[in-house]
């Protein structure tokens, strides 16, 4: 689970570069067409939480320890969240809060090997 937590940790970080930049022109999208959306913004929260996940994510993926798990869980199952109720027609945002959802769970598993 090293190996992963290290990949992850760097996919998570690369991908939320990208979010960041289509969230921003998403945003821009639901401001100009005045739909009431705010998957813009949604979209900066997932892709804050990404980059905060990432960072746990290498930080701790050589720790024993199980809060590092616990702390990867929380951000990438709340990056999942808000992905998946506040995308609108920002549909890519449902691909990202899937990676969350997918790394969430592989968190989980993680800790519980540890037991």
């Known amino acids: ?20 930049f289509q969230s921003m ?18 979209g900066l929260f997932v892709a804050v939480f990404m980059l905060a996940a990432g960072i746990v994510s290498i930080v701790v993926r050589n720790s024993e320890k199980k809060g590092g798990d616990r702390a ?26 899937t990676w969350c959802l997918i790394c969430g769970i592989l968190s989980f598993i993680s800790m519980r090997k540890k037991s």
Do not use: P, R
């Not at 929380?74 to 809060?97: E, H, M, P």
């Open 25 to 42: 022109f998403a945003g821009m999208a639901n401001a100009l067409d005045g739909n009431g959306e705010i998957s813009g913004t949604a």
């Open 72 to 97: 990867l869980i929380v951000l990438f199952l709340l990056a999942a969240v808000l992905g998946y109720t506040l995308s609108g027609s920002f549909t890519d945002l449902k691909i990202w809060a």
């Open 1 to 20: 689970m090293k190996i992963w937590k290290l990949v992850s940790g760097i996919l998570s970080i690369i991908l939320s570069l990208f979010v960041v």
